[in-house]
């Protein structure tokens, strides 16, 4: 039997994948001197997101990827083990997420692996979207420079679980964006997707810079 996605990752991916994350982050990064987003739940680290979305449109077009899809596996992973008195342990989980529709963009392979660096997790404080089974709405950025191809998150404002009536639902607390596109239906972020498409193609919409000045709301 084949072996899923997230086994045929060599140890090389994450080496790369570590420092890419040591200068990058997983669209966050520690901050002691700003504190969260306002709303958010209480992180187990303090933190500060590169992106911070106004709107639809812009999150659209920083977005390298936007799918509706469910979670076939989900994987604990030790990136980089911890040195004795020098740095902690680098963890983190991979899902590998089978996309059922694809709003923008494009993907090289059936299914698509996404890396969730733990304090991120600990930052939004809510996990269920990376369970099996479970299908979201995510806006994605693909990892430069990874040997397999990887993505992460925009940011929490990037994630939507999808009931089974259809129904979104952010996983981000207390944002106005967040709650902005869960009253939305699927086909409303569809039309959004494809406005933003056009606006994207006529040069009247562009992405967020990386990085943007921080929010230190």
Known sequence: MRPSRLTQFRVGTFVLIWLSL?????????????????????????????????????????????????VALQEDRQLVPAIAGKTPALNAVLIEVKPDEIMTGSLE????????????????????????????????????????????LSNSQGVYRIDSQGELDGVRASDELVEQISALS??????????AR????????????????????
């Open 22 to 70: 040591l200068i990058v982050g997983i669209g966050c990064s520690s901050d002691d001197e700003t504190g969260q987003p306002t709303g958010a739940p209480a992180p187990s680290t303090q933190m500060v997101e590169y992106y911070n979305f106004k709107a639809l449109p812009e999150m659209i077009a920083t977005a390298d990827i936007v799918i509706t899809g469910t």
């Open 109 to 152: 392979t059936p299914t698509i692996v996404i890396q969730i660096d733990e304090h991120f997790l600990a930052y939004v404080g809510d996990t269920t979207w990376t369970e099996a089974g479970q299908r979201s709405l995510l806006f994605l950025r693909k990892k430069e420079h990874s040997v397999e191809p990887l993505y992460f």
């Open 186 to 195: 699927l086909q409303d972020v569809r039309g959004q997707v494809e406005s």
């Open 198 to 217: 056009v606006q994207i193609a006529r040069g009247e919409l562009l992405p967020q810079v990386f990085p943007p000045v921080r929010n230190s709301n």
